[in-house]
């Protein structure tokens, strides 16, 4: 009686051993799935490390040396912080005299992590701007990964403002809206809701609790594909702020979805621009397109797009993530450069990104150097009127130099952009005061096709 109990016992007890080990075993799949598509994006964040903090979240380590594996035969990446955190040497305090110091907020995109130091647009963006001028350029790199304006500006109020920048670039990247959402909610906020400090969880002695769903990866995965069976749309208030699959969401919903949180988002660039006027500052705000903005085959590899909330195949065509930026920039009266139009025009847009990541590549960085540099020299050109007590206002002149590739946008191709790396031996005669010329000038005489091709070329060394 008891053995045939147990036989008949024994087909249920291996139904319920499939049924407890199943979704163990799916979890486990999708967990080794989602650490193999990420280690590639994630390698350069793995080695270099950031510390939690009570004011801006998470902070880069000071004093830190990473090499960076290089990428498509590419060499490793150095990745240098000095002793305040930031990529680079370290920076004179109090500021040196005749020097114009100018400093760039914003996330990985503008720390540059996979590229070498001086293939940075930062580096690149100092030595243009060196040739234009006598005086000592300094473009300084205070870029943080998984920054926005939010974080940005609370490491300005607390950290930046002893370097006594004269030019600060706030750079608002396409997933700076996700960024906002997810780090708002630990922010505390003053009378004028003006922000005071955001502090890292870890910190604090209070539990973090999240829903016990938020766990499993297979779970998640089954609500996305129950989603694209009904044709369910994740929407600004629907959405999580931690799933890394709505970052890019408010470029493909409708504008009127997004207003509230995208108007939140910038906000933080107010009272930057009230601080720094306060400190006789100037301001301008930078933003650039998402890759799938410019091409539907723009940073495939690594299933980044899948991760991204990105259909494989998709072009993003709505316009509206760029007005809106400009509206703010309009009502706020801040200098905008966007680089859109002028990467839209490069000849090979998938060249501009990283194939396994949103991050600009060398090319990316060489043309957004370009870009920064013609609107940083339109502005200067106003910046000098205002007087000359200052070393960045005594020569407008100098300043207002149009770059060439502002001159004709229509021949914004790979040729136009690096034909304008000089010799390292050429520029150092620039900056020890040497005749002022555009970097596409070659001071040997002969023409400008010479430097069309990329093997010929030395980019700027973007060293101090």
């Known amino acids: 009686m008891i053995r045939r109990t147990l036989k008949s016992l024994k087909p249920i007890s291996l139904a319920l051993l499939v049924l407890v080990l199943t979704p163990c075993v799916v979890e486990f799949v999708f967990r080794v799935a989602s650490c193999r598509s990420q280690l590639a994006t994630d390698a350069a964040k793995a080695e270099l490390t950031t510390t939690a903090s009570w004011y801006t979240h998470h902070e880069l380590e000071p004093l830190q040396l990473v090499r960076v594996p290089g990428k498509n035969d590419q060499l490793p990446a150095e990745l240098r912080t000095n002793s305040m955190g930031l990529r680079g040497p370290e920076i004179s305090i109090p500021k040196?005299?005749?020097?114009?110091?100018?400093?760039?907020?914003?996330?990985?995109?503008?720390?540059?992590?996979?590229?070498?130091?001086?293939?940075?647009?930062?580096?690149?963006?100092?030595?243009?701007?060196?040739?234009?001028?006598?005086?000592?350029?300094?473009?300084?790199?205070?870029?943080?990964?998984?920054?926005c304006p939010l974080l940005s500006y609370l490491h300005f109020r607390h950290r930046l403002l002893a370097l006594e920048p004269d030019v600060v670039i706030v750079h608002f990247d396409m997933n700076d809206v996700w960024d906002d959402r997810r780090f708002r909610r630990l922010t505390e906020l003053g009378s004028n809701e003006e922000p005071l400090l955001c502090s890292a969880p870890e910190l604090s002695t209070t539990p973090v609790t999240r829903p016990l769903t938020r766990n499993f990866l297979s779970w998640e995965w089954a609500q996305s594909k129950v989603a694209s069976v009904v044709g369910q749309k994740r929407s600004a208030h629907g959405s999580s702020a931690d799933d890394p699959r709505s970052r890019y969401s408010w470029l493909t919903?409708?504008?009127?979805?997004?207003?509230?949180?995208?108007?939140?988002?910038?906000?933080?660039?107010?009272?930057?621009?009230?601080?720094?006027?306060?400190k006789g500052i100037r301001l301008m705000l930078a933003t650039y397109p998402a890759p799938w903005q410019l091409s539907a085959t723009a940073s495939h590899a690594a299933r980044i797009p899948e991760i991204n909330g990105i259909f494989p195949g998709t072009l993003i065509k709505t316009s509206h993530p760029h007005e809106m930026v400009a509206e703010f920039a309009a009502t706020s009266a801040l200098p905008l450069c966007d680089a859109v139009t002028m990467f839209r025009q490069y000849e090979s847009v998938d060249d501009l990104f990283q194939v396994d990541s949103t991050e600009f590549s060398e090319v990316g960085h060489r043309c957004y150097a370009a870009v920064l540099t013609a609107s940083l020299s339109e502005n200067f050109s106003e910046f000098g009127r205002r007087g000359s007590e200052h070393p960045s206002?005594?020569?407008?002149?100098?300043?207002?130099?149009?770059?060439?590739?502002?001159?004709?946008?229509?021949?914004?191709?790979?040729?136009?952009?690096?034909?304008?790396?000089?010799?390292?031996?050429?520029?150092?005669?620039?900056?020890?005061?040497?005749?002022?010329?555009?970097?596409?000038?070659?001071r040997d005489g002969n023409s400008q096709q010479q430097f069309t091709s990329p093997n010929a070329l030395v980019p700027f060394s973007g060293s101090r």
Do not use: M
């Open 393 to 442: 206002r005594g020569r407008p002149s100098e300043f207002a130099r149009p770059d060439p590739l502002n001159q004709r946008p229509d021949q914004f191709t790979r040729q136009s952009v690096e034909f304008q790396a000089i010799r390292p031996a050429e520029y150092s005669k620039e900056a020890q005061g040497g005749a002022n010329r555009p970097a596409s000038t070659p």
């Open 253 to 278: 919903d409708e504008k009127s979805l997004w207003r509230l949180q995208t108007e939140l988002s910038l906000s933080p660039i107010t009272h930057l621009a009230t601080l720094c006027e306060q």
């Open 96 to 147: 040196p005299a005749g020097t114009l110091r100018v400093l760039c907020l914003g996330d990985e995109a503008v720390l540059g992590i996979s590229v070498d130091e001086a293939q940075t647009f930062c580096s690149l963006t100092q030595s243009r701007l060196q040739v234009l001028t006598k005086l000592q350029i300094e473009v300084i790199n205070a870029g943080v990964p998984d920054s």
